[in-house]
């Protein structure tokens, strides 16, 4: 049986090459194939089951003038700002004030403009029926991200599981759209107040995500939610994360550095496992 | 890692240095330059952590796209005159490219971009070899062809690194940045001065060379990386912490230092050379290095940082690292001064 298996998979590459040679016989529709095939190591996202974006750059683009004069003023102002803030101190903040700081309030919901600072994504980017929204609670002084999880993969052919809600912070920018990063080395604890549903969930944090080495390292650890009536207060220390890469732990762990993270971000995971 | 390779790697930057010091062929010149830059990619990687493999990925790349527009530069001075020797260099463009390429190479302004973040990413000690051994070759060519590069073009980078070094070094709150970009302010004066006086050019690598050798050493007897931790130095060794502020001040180039020595010397040259306002220009720059400077010392010397504890002296068990390298660069960072005469007809 597996003998004709391979001989049939191979009938069919040797098919597929002999199909794509008679694709390549005409001149013009050669040029085309090979002008407009990308390599595996595009950096768009290309949603499983979808073929790649094969367009050309001068097709993406999207002009609008208007846009353009007040993204100019907006990063123009951003600039002079950083200039600015430099004969304050650090971070725009006299040096004795970041000396002394035992704590910082990194995110907190006061107003609607809170939830502009955090994306939430859920499962349906790769196809999933999972959804996942987020509003402001009693008083304007919380947040509640709620939603509905469901675990069946999408029929794409490649997911083999599925099932994810995802609170993301959304990376801080400096001026032109270059990527800021938070300083939390006077720091050694993420302390967190929520009121879960019982569900465990996974808290992650990212570092410098320059080079494609290091662009899906992650650091993680764990959220148990009691599901009660009460706030919760979870203290984790920043040296409990552990490093994983696109999902994998890695065996050659590193604490996480402090003085470059980008984001962090919470995701529930489904304990079933289909 | 392993000490047969850590003694082997460090042979080869050695050997990378000493082979472009003695080269006259700009091949030669540029394989030990590579030889440099090869030997110190697993020694800034052996800790295998994602920020020093990043570190390390980005000095590498920078460091190769310089030698290769030495390559370039030297290949395109071959084919325009032929000559292959170091001090022939007289094509303009290949003069041009070749100053740009060493710049990129020392981390002179506007090729600073990889300083901070690739000292950031390493420990103490590379960052030290990264600081100073680093610097040697590149300087020596530079010192070899000063002569044809365009004067201006050396005196807008001298003048552009000493700002940024001020300017970029004054929001920074990790110490290794704070040295980068001491180390990229230092380096514009050695290049301002060098076209008119070469050995003064040579004073000021040989004091600096010694300075940032005594601030890395203090940090690294500390172990801190920043300055909320600085500030708790005063409990470890109090000595350290009076001798580090005079360091400080050292680098800030203020008498009756060491410091003050290049600062004085590279003035009254530009001054001689009839250029008073360069002159006035890479004074005032000093002054924003300086700031940053007396804010560490202020920071480690006359703030008591709040501790948890009731006591003023934690304890602390005796370290066992060797203080005899951080005695000797201290003592030579705070009282070289006087040996200015001696030092002067050493290097003329």
């Known amino acids: 049986m597996a003998v004709s298996k391979t001989t049939l998979k191979t009938l069919f590459g040797v098919y597929g090459v002999i199909h794509r040679q008679t694709l390549l016989l005409p001149s013009t529709l050669r040029c085309s194939v090979i002008l407009s095939s990308r390599s595996i190591y595009e950096r768009d996202y290309r949603r499983p089951g979808q073929p790649p974006d094969t367009r050309w750059p001068w097709q993406k683009i999207q002009f609008d003038f208007s846009k353009g004069v007040e993204g100019i003023k907006k990063h123009i102002g951003l600039l002079k700002d950083e200039f600015v803030q430099r004969w304050t101190g650090p971070e725009g903040r006299p040096l004795i004030d970041h000396m002394l700081e035992q704590t910082r309030v990194q995110w907190e919901f006061r107003g609607p403009e809170s939830l502009s600072q955090w994306v939430v994504s859920s499962d349906q980017e790769i196809g999933g029926r999972s959804e996942a929204y987020i509003k402001l609670g009693k008083n304007n002084t919380t947040c509640m991200l709620y939603g509905t999880l469901c675990s069946t993969p999408p029929r794409d052919g490649e997911t083999r599981y599925s099932g994810y809600c995802t609170l993301r912070s959304k990376q801080p920018l400096a001026s032109f759209d270059r990527k800021k990063y938070y300083d939390w080395s006077s720091f050694n604890t993420l302390h967190m107040r929520i009121r879960g549903d019982g569900r465990p969930w996974m808290v992650n944090m990212s570092a410098e995500t320059f080079f494609s080495h290091q662009r899906d390292d992650i650091y993680s650890y764990f959220l148990y939610t009691r599901g009660g009536p009460y706030w919760q207060d979870v203290k984790i220390p920043f040296s409990k994360f552990f490093l994983s890469s696109r999902g994998r732990i890695q065996d050659d762990q590193h604490v996480l550095w402090l003085d470059k993270v980008s984001m962090a971000f919470s995701s529930p995971r489904t304990l079933s496992s289909n | ?348």
Not at chain 2, 166 to 185: D, E, F, H, M, V
């Open chain 2, 1 to 348: 890692m392993n000490p047969y390779r850590r003694a082997t790697l460090l042979c080869s930057v050695g050997l990378g240095t000493t082979l472009t010091f003695a080269s006259s062929h700009w091949l030669l010149a540029w394989m030990g330059l590579e030889i440099n830059t090869l030997a110190i990619t697993p020694l800034m990687a052996q800790h295998h952590h994602p920020r020093a493999v990043e570190a390390t990925t980005k000095y590498f790349l920078t460091q190769a796209t310089a030698a290769a527009m030495i390559l370039f530069a030297s290949t395109t001075n071959a084919w325009m005159t032929g000559e292959w020797s170091i001090n022939d260099l007289s094509n303009p463009i290949a003069s041009t490219m070749f100053m740009a390429a060493l710049a990129l190479k020392i981390g002179l302004a506007p090729m600073h971009f990889w300083m901070p973040e690739v000292l950031q990413g390493l420990d103490l000690l590379t960052g030290l070899i990264l600081s100073t051994w680093q610097k040697l070759a590149p300087l020596a060519l530079i010192i070899q062809t000063a002569q044809t590069i365009d004067p201006l073009l050396l005196t807008l980078l001298g003048i552009s690194s000493t700002l940024v070094g001020g300017w970029g070094g004054l929001n920074q709150t990790q110490l290794r940045k704070i040295l980068a970009y001491s180390s990229i302010a230092h380096m514009g004066w050695m290049i301002i001065v060098i076209q008119y006086a070469p050995q003064l050019t040579l004073i000021a690598l040989g004091t600096y060379i010694i300075m940032t050798s005594a601030a890395f050493l203090t940090l690294k007897m500390s172990l801190t990386t920043k300055i909320s931790t600085l500030a708790t130095t005063w409990s470890k060794s109090p000595i350290l912490t009076s001798t580090t502020a005079l360091v400080l001040l050292s680098l800030g180039g203020l008498p009756p230092l060491t410091g003050f020595m290049p600062k004085w010397l590279i003035l009254q040259e530009l001054t001689k050379q009839d250029l008073p306002i360069i002159a006035t220009a890479m004074a005032l720059t000093a002054l924003i290095s300086l700031y940053f400077y007396l804010r560490l010392l202020y920071a480690m010397t006359l703030t008591i940082s709040p501790n948890m504890i009731n006591s003023t002296t934690p304890w602390r068990t005796q370290t066992t690292q060797t203080s005899l390298p951080l005695a000797l660069f201290t003592t030579a960072a705070l009282g070289l001064l006087p040996m200015a005469p001696a030092i002067l007809m050493l290097t003329t």
